[in-house]
């Protein structure tokens, strides 16, 4: 069964700083994707980010980071020069291929969530 | 603004009723979910539709039921109600029911059960 591990719960910066969100997970597919969403104090969770297991390539938008490493069934994000309006719950979610090419479902599995609080 | 559209935003009822959440799925998305979101269970997966037909089940209670209609909105209907139902209800859409296929959220019904 899928499993996606957010050891952080709670994580306090102070604005400009940068952090890390750590993302471990588990999976017995070799075809999997893995997801980032933000869920800011209004409720909404926004997609930021989708990585396939056959691309380890790092991926850079903006302030944003990524960091997928296979060898450690790690997906981690980094949020450089952190920002008030970053404050928010942050989750990493899973999703497997299985096996079938007829698009099963596409279920996500989320981690528990890191809450980012930057403070001025 | 994911384009999926959650009606109503917030519904306070009591123990032992039933409610109906509604949602409109993104334009061109033929795939729904509904997921909860509490303290205790986190983000739960409960149900997916796939133009009109279900196509995968998760932690959903049979108190709980869904479908989809023609018109692609999807409704779940939860019905005697616990405490324990208080959560917030979210739906999802995607283009296709494919696992890279990302889900775009709509902005919840917060469920209250007194």
């Known amino acids: 069964a899928q499993k996606v591990t957010q050891a952080q719960t709670e994580i306090s910066v102070v604005e400009k700083e940068d952090v890390t969100l750590d993302c471990v997970y588990e999976?017995?597919?070799?075809?999997?994707?893995l997801f980032w969403y933000k869920q800011p104090p209004s409720g909404e969770l926004v997609f930021l980010i989708r990585?396939?297991?056959?691309?380890?390539q790092n991926e850079i938008s903006g302030r944003y980071s990524w960091n997928f490493q296979k060898s450690t069934s790690s997906f981690n994000f980094t949020i450089t020069a952190s920002q008030v309006v970053d404050s928010a719950v942050y989750f990493c979610?899973?999703?497997?291929?299985?096996?079938?090419?007829?698009?099963?479902?596409?279920?996500?599995?989320f981690g528990t969530g890191t809450r980012l609080q930057v403070t001025l | 603004d994911s384009g999926v559209t959650q009606t109503p935003k917030h519904l306070i009822t009591a123990t032992g009723q039933r409610v109906t959440l509604r949602c409109s799925p993104r334009?061109?998305?033929?795939?729904v979910y509904w997921y909860q979101q509490s303290l205790d269970q986190g983000l739960q997966f409960l149900i997916q539709?796939?133009?009109?037909?279900?196509?995968a089940k998760g932690n959903i209670l049979e108190r709980f039921s869904a479908q989809q209609f023609p018109d692609l909105h999807s409704e779940l209907n939860l019905s005697s109600l616990e405490l324990g139902d208080s959560a917030l209800y979210f739906c999802?859409?995607?283009?296709?029911?494919?696992?890279?296929?990302?889900?775009?959220f709509g902005n919840g019904t917060r469920l209250t059960v007194t």
């Open positions: 999802a859409s995607s283009v296709a029911p494919r696992a890279n296929s990302p889900l775009h």
């Open positions: 999976t017995r597919d070799t075809t999997y994707y």
């Open positions: 990585r396939n297991s056959f691309d380890e």
């Open positions: 979610a899973l999703s497997e291929k299985g096996g079938s090419n007829t698009g099963t479902a596409s279920k996500l599995t």
């Open positions: 334009s061109g998305d033929l795939s």
């Open positions: 539709y796939y133009n009109g037909e279900e196509r």
